[in-house]
């Protein structure tokens, strides 16, 4: 084989000498892509086609170095689609409005992307190439043109612009010829990455070899490219707190909505000209069969982009009444890929309106109807232009303030929009605290009416063991008293003996509360094996000690993954928990945060089988979190749904926490049903929450609570 097309590398199908009928201009390319793999054409073969491809796998290299450079050239591919010298094919590209589909636009997008990545790393030497190039993001497409007529031939073009070490950018130009000549419809840039044969571990592509100038340009433009999409994901409000100039911009707006009517700040009014952003949704759903399944039988990703595209069209049209114009695509991030027999859910919403624009993000995930587990695989962005004024979309929780837009619809990529929605959360549930707490400058809480603290140390309880049948034994101390008890929930990794956990048994002794601390398994001075310990495991711990150590019904009071726990023990034993506190609550968080890295780093560490988390928290620098431990936490997830607690909950968390991001106990606060919710906001705190200030706030929130609890009862 010569190359990628084995007549030559440039293919003209539509003009020229290899014009051909219908669509089988789409259908060569696809099929030259099968070729390139080994793919079956049959879904019946797939099996034995996989198993031909694994032994492609002696032909990987193990380094970067091994590879021959290739030129930008060597990737260049123009193709036609003949629009408007075929007829039958244009039936397949028309819409309703009698103009291209640009669904399938996209599609098409997205084949010509892989085969010029493939163009780059071919080898004649071989008959088949031993990668897996899949697609990771679109970067962007910017339209130039917004008709795109439907009777009129369009011509791709495309070439390699940019190459790491496994991934691979490409950029496509869209040209239409219309009135003698070829006129700009689109700009497009894909990034895509290299895995190995069974799709498991990265693989290493061709360097780029840069022959001019201009080519040298082409190349920096993707190296800022890069930096712009890091620069972007450690710019996140996920992991970095809004700024003071961002909180008191949003609160302003936030208390717009309030009713001057009520005292209350669940009571909200809509502006004029204003819709809630959750009357501006629209949500779809797909069976995945093989017959949209790509060359590694899985659902072809300009599938999944074309049913995006068309659901979030549709959304914008509902919404604003009329027929909306694409402008741009930004940021189509493929997470997780899709298989065939998967529910895809497909989420359309209207995050940002400004005069003529409509911009518009669909979430896609797959449900496991068993195990009714949900991941999510894609995120898309699509901004629209219209032709009436659109009413303004106003967020009424954090859910839809937290949506990752990037902005101001004359400049597509700004972040500073969501930036704003996202703050706005903080600073309406930092000030939604009803009774016991004020802000001072400094950063500390202050108790308006505090009954105790007491700053001298009490001897501790003795350290007793628990037995069970069959299970390690579990270490706890325990001070006995009157209800309601405060039981403690310390952290992955830690004990019962932390500053937290000290300063609550000198409380409660104090009061004449009962309190209990305890150990999990393979944690302290419990026995059992750490490693072998999962989010099900210490639940039952829990749930044991709840149920055969605490007297009566109790405060659970949770530290991090203790957090989870105590919202998991709460489910299951609502008649012995009275009130809950999460003190940097990590509810989901090792899944989520897994399930948020790259798709290559993912596959590294699941071919390690553990997962190292930097950390400043514990003396290793770091949580070694298993794969067992991740998988089996997935069972335990709890922020896909409404959460059946109904005690009042306190949720205190550090806006400088690195470890959990405080936006997590603003989404349990948002998912839990109870109607006595607070969440309380540090600006200097930290994820161990374990200074003088901090412990006081925790204390204080319990003596409140307890007082509260008395009261009712």
Known sequence: MQGVFPARQSSRYGRGKRTLACDQWCVVVRNRLRQIV?????????????????????????????????????????????????????????????????????????????????????????????????TALVDKIDMRRNIIYPDCDIKFTGHVTWVGKTSIEAKMHMTQFHDGAYTPVLDATFVMVARDPENKRAAFVNPLKLENPEEEKIFQQGEINKKRRVELSTASLLKVAPTAEERTLVHSLFLNTLDAKTVSFRSRILSPNSVW????????????????????NRIFGGFLMRKAYELGWTNACVFAGCRPVLVAVDDIMFRKPVEIGSLLLLSSQVCYTEEHHVQVRV?????????????????????????????????????????????????????????????????????????????????????????????????????????????????????????????????YGSNMNGPKAEALEEFCRSLGHSYLRFDYSGHGASEGVFSEGTIGSWKKDVLFMLDEVAEGPQILVGSSMGGWLMLLAAIARPEKTKALVGISTAADHFVTAFKSLPLQTRKEFEDQGVWKIPTKSNEEGAYTISMDLLKEAENHCLLQSPIPITCPVRLIHGLKDEDVPWHISIQVAEHVLSNDVDVILRRHGQHRMANKDDIKLMVYTIDDLIDKLTTMA
């Open 38 to 134: 080994g793919a079956s054409t049959n879904w019946k073969d797939h099996q034995q086609a996989l198993a031909e491809r694994i032994s492609l796998s002696k032909h990987l290299v193990n380094s970067q170095e091994e590879l021959p450079a290739k030129s930008m050239k060597e990737s260049e591919i123009e193709v036609h689609l003949p629009l408007g010298t075929q007829p039958s094919l244009r039936e397949k590209y028309l819409n309703f409005h009698n103009s291209v589909r640009f669904g399938r636009i996209l599609e098409d997008l997205d084949s010509l992307a892989v085969l010029i990545c493939y163009s780059h790393t071919w080898n004649k030497d071989l008959e088949r190439s031993p990668l897996s190039i899949v």
């Open 277 to 296: 952003m959750e009357d501006a949704k629209l949500k779809g759903l797909e069976i995945c069969h093989p017959q949209e399944r790509n060359i590694f």
């Open 363 to 491: 979430h896609t995930e797959v449900l496991d109807p068993l195990t009714r587990q949900h991941d999510t695989t894609n995120v898309f962005h699509f901004t629209f232009q219209v032709e009436k004024l659109v009413p303004a979309v106003v967020p009424q929780s954090y859910g839809e303030r937290a949506f990752p837009w990037h902005g101001n619809p004359v400049k597509y990529r700004d972040v500073s929009v969501w930036c704003v929605w996202f703050s706005m959360a903080a600073v309406a549930l930092t000030h939604c605290r009803r009774r016991a707490f004020q802000a001072l400058g400094n950063g500390a809480v202050q108790l308006l009416s505090p009954r105790c603290f007491q700053g001298v140390r009490q001897k501790s309880s003795t350290v007793q063991y628990a037995s069970r049948p069959d299970l390690p034994k579990l270490a706890y101390r325990r001070v006995k008293g009157k209800s309601p008890g405060v039981m403690f929930l310390p952290g």
